[in-house]
């Protein structure tokens, strides 16, 4: 059975800290592993797509990287208004396109 | 480019009652998706729809239902609500069709309160 399991469940970090969000999982075979961010009462951001392992991307303060067996989201220098869940979901190679995602990670930056 | 639309943005209902959600896709987007959002729950799959077919479902009661559109157009039905249908109910919208590009972008969810 697909899993995602993300940690921490919450992350206080102070303005300029770095930090890293892990995002694990089991699928029977890898589509596609998903990072989004969703602020309060809003439908999730798209943010990244990793297909393999070894695959980094990155978008202004996130980088993502993907292995065999999880995801980490890097946040190098984040600000306030990086404040938000990251959700983590894993697509896999049935065809059909829908994701199973983990339960997210709170971050909220301390300015 | 138009992002995903959804209708309405805000419900109340009351328990047996039912209720038509609408979620308007990407323009050039077949493949739609809808997902339930609970605190309890997280973000669960409840079906896909592409080229007006359900082509996946998730774990839910048969009140949930849907249908699509010949021009992508969604729309999910929950009959016989109940207070735990409450939640925020996610749309979500992408190429489809074996298409190398993956990516499913969301629109801003319903938020369904059962009273």
């Known amino acids: 059975e697909d899993q995602v399991t993300q940690s921490p469940e919450a992350l206080r970090l102070q303005e300029g800290e770095s930090s890293s969000l892990n995002c694990s999982y089991t699928?029977?075979?890898?589509?596609?592993l998903f990072w989004y961010r969703q602020d309060p009462g809003k439908g999730p951001e798209f943010l990244f797509t990793?297909?393999?392992a070894g695959e980094e991307k990155e978008k202004e303060r996130l980088k993502a990287t993907l292995t065999k067996k999880e995801s980490f989201l890097h946040i190098t220098a984040p600000k306030p208004e990086d404040s938000a869940t990251y959700l983590c979901a894993v697509q896999a190679q049935t065809g059909a396109n829908n994701l199973f995602f983990g339960t997210g990670t709170r971050l909220t930056v301390i300015p | 480019k138009a992002g995903v639309t959804q209708t309405p943005r805000y419900l109340i209902k009351t328990r047996g009652q039912q209720v038509t959600l609408s979620c308007s896709p990407i323009?050039?987007?077949?493949?739609v998706s809808w997902y339930q959002q609970t605190p309890g729950q997280g973000l669960q799959f409840l079906f896909e729809?592409?080229?007006?077919?359900?082509?996946n479902k998730g774990n839910f009661p048969g009140r949930f239902s849907g249908r699509q559109f010949s021009n992508s157009r969604s729309e999910m039905n929950v009959s016989t609500l109940e207070l735990g249908d409450s939640a925020l109910y996610l749309c979500a919208s992408s190429p489809g069709g074996g298409a190398a590009n993956t990516e499913a972008f969301f629109g801003q969810g319903t938020r369904l309160t059962v009273v």
């Open positions: 729809y592409f080229s007006e077919t359900q082509r």
């Open positions: 990793l297909y393999s």
């Open positions: 323009s050039g987007h077949r493949s």
């Open positions: 699928v029977s075979g890898l589509r596609g």
